[in-house]
């Protein structure tokens, strides 16, 4: 998008001095290289350098609208480093249930898009709402782990390092069908998070 920018306001430049070059140098040119032909009009110049104009004011427009899409479409390195810290201070104490049926730990395969999404969340209105990864590089996939966070237009990346643990206050067991006291069978899990930010790669 930027290179086709930058091509619409070279176009339009040489457009723009077409623009000034003078009626009398274009007619003494025609002279030599058609000699037989009439004499051009002034209101041919003045159409020409009206419609010259109207083509470089549609390019410069152009292009301008292609760098706006370019910018928004790409992180700034500002932008990220403050949505990640944001993320991780808002997802520091989060937490959650699993259900004892199917999991008697917590796995990390929601957590990456979970830290992507917050991350989106706090790029502010100048970010784009995509182009954010978060991958994970090391650590027990079960109980804690770290992510490295990159974006789209930016070289920068930072470190996520993210700890699991058991939260068995806020452990829930739904009554049983009778309405009494329920199973430990069904009951859902409490985990809460800790996370932690650090500038690069994990």
Not at 116 to 122: G, L, M
Request: some cysteine.
């Amino acid at each position: 998008m930027t290179g086709l920018s930058l091509t619409l306001f070279v176009l339009s430049a040489a457009l723009l001095a077409l623009v000034f070059i003078k009626a009398n140098w274009v007619r003494s040119v025609r002279r030599r290289t058609y000699p037989s032909g009439g004499e051009l009009p002034t209101s041919a110049f003045v159409v020409a350098r009206t419609v010259l104009l109207t083509m470089a004011a549609v390019g410069i427009w152009q292009g301008a609208q292609g760098l706006t899409l370019a910018n928004d479409a790409e992180w700034s390195d500002d932008e990220l480093s403050s949505a990640v810290h944001q993320t991780a201070d808002d997802l520091d104490g989060y937490w959650y249930r699993e259900s004892s049926l199917t999991h008697d730990t917590p796995y990390f395969d929601d957590y990456g898009s979970l830290i992507e999404d917050t991350v989106i969340r706090y790029g502010g209105g100048g970010a784009p709402q995509s182009g954010v990864g978060a991958s994970a590089v090391s650590g027990d996939p079960d109980a804690d782990g770290d992510f490295t966070v990159q974006a789209d237009g930016t070289d920068r990346s930072f470190c996520l390092h993210v700890e699991t643990a058991r939260w068995k206050k806020q452990d829930y067991t739904p009554p049983g069908l009778t309405g009494g006291e329920g199973s430990d069978a069904y009951k859902e899990l409490a985990y809460r998070l800790t996370v932690r930010a650090r500038g690069g790669a994990c």
